[in-house]
T-cell receptor
Framework: GQSLEQPSEVTAVEGAIVQINCTYQTSGFYGLSWYQQHDGGAPTFLSYNGLDGLEETGRFSSFLSRSDSYGYLLLQELQMKDSASYFC???????????FGTGTLLAVQP | NAGVTQTPKFQVLKTGQSMTLQCAQDMNHNSMYWYRQDPGMGLRLIYYSASEGTTDKGEVPNGYNVSRLNKREFSLRLESAAPSQTSVYFCATLGEETQYFGPGTRLLVL
């Protein structure tokens, strides 16, 4: 089977750095993605790692270690608008079927 | 460009009633997906379509049927709704390792 584990909740203060971890077990692996979802909204794509290492996009970075079946999302210079749920997802290949984790609710406090 | 659109936005059904959720995209993407999201949970794949004319089951297909009417449209049908199908339903398309989600349909089955 396939499963992903990530913390259910994380709290941080404005301006800080927060890391959300994701470990996975899959029968096949093509890449690790991260999605953001604000309450009541649609998930939106943040980042994708197909290979080991760090990907940086503005204040957001994502890391993957395929040998450890582990990745993380790093959010820097936290802003109040970053309060949302963050989901890691594994999948890909020809159909890019994604399996999502249960999400991490990030609360940014003033 | 509208991206991915879904209708209706909200729906209340009685147990045993049927309905079809509509999804359309103007992004010219081949692959389309239907997910459900229950409170505090990640997204679970119901069905997907890798291209026009093909559909395949995801993690939780029981109680649902789909039709890939053409490249733009992918509908999800509940033949006999059950309270367990109360959820938020998201349609998505695939482009460049990124899934693009519609705004969702909130379904309540009484």
């Amino acid at each position: 089977g396939q499963s992903l584990e990530q913390p259910s909740e994380v709290t941080a203060v404005e301006g800080a750095i927060v890391q959300i971890n994701c470990t996975y077990q899959t029968s096949g692996f093509y890449g690790l993605s991260w999605y953001q979802q604000h309450d009541g909204g649609a998930p939106t794509f943040l980042s994708y790692n197909g290979l080991d290492g760090l990907e940086e996009t503005g204040r957001f970075s994502s890391f993957l270690s395929r040998s450890d079946s582990y990745g993380y999302l790093l959010l820097q210079e936290l802003q109040m608008k970053d309060s949302a749920s963050y989901f890691c997802a594994v999948g890909g290949g020809a159909t890019n079927k994604l399996i999502f984790g249960t999400g991490t609710l990030l609360a940014v406090q003033p | 460009n509208a991206g991915v659109t879904q209708t209706p936005k909200f729906q209340v059904l009685k147990t045993g009633q049927s309905m079809t959720l509509q999804c359309a995209q103007d992004m010219n993407h081949n692959s389309m997906y239907w997910y459900r999201q229950d409170p505090g949970m990640g997204l679970r794949l119901i069905y997907y379509s890798a291209s026009e004319g093909t559909t395949d089951k995801g993690e939780v297909p029981n109680g649902y049927n789909v039709s890939r009417l053409n490249k733009r449209e992918f509908s999800l049908r509940l033949e006999s709704a059950a309270p367990s199908q109360t959820s938020v339903y998201f349609c998505a398309t695939l482009g460049e390792e990124t899934q693009y989600f519609g705004p969702g349909t909130r379904l309540l089955v009484l």
